[in-house]
């Protein structure tokens, strides 16, 4: 198993969404920024949000585990064009915050 690389690319906020269904004075998520890396393979990287978490760990389950690696697409190659990458958001729909998956020549410490 290999580790995975969780870079935060960008933290949004849906304004108009957020202005018709958040609460007053609602802004981008105030857990993650933009630029953070976190590692994990099969466990929450310390620090990262739950909900976050939820969205992307099939994602990095099966990146560790060789999906998209040996030059081989991830998804059938029908999203991603660079192998072992996955593009990836959380599911916060006002304000999700999108990260890059990408597997690690590292393998695993637990492994």
């Known amino acids: 198993m290999k580790k995975v690389k969780i870079t ?5 906020l849906d304004k108009g969404l957020a202005a ?3 609460i007053a004075g609602l802004t981008r998520c105030p ?3 933009k630029g ?8 929450k990287p310390e620090g990262f949000c739950d909900e976050a978490w939820k969205a992307v760990y099939q994602y990095v389950f099966a990146l560790a585990h060789g999906a998209g690696s040996g030059g081989g697409l991830f998804y ?4 991603i064009r660079k192998p072992g990458v996955a593009i990836c958001s959380c599911n916060d729909g006002l304000r999700p915050v999108i ?3 990408e597997v690690e020549d590292a393998p695993s410490a637990d492994f």
């Open 36 to 43: 953070q890396v976190f590692y994990a393979d099969y466990a």
């Open 8 to 12: 935060i690319l960008k933290t949004t």
């Open 20 to 22: 018709e269904y958040g």
């Open 31 to 33: 857990l993650m920024k």
């Open 76 to 79: 059938y190659g029908d999203w």
């Open 99 to 101: 990260m890059k998956l």
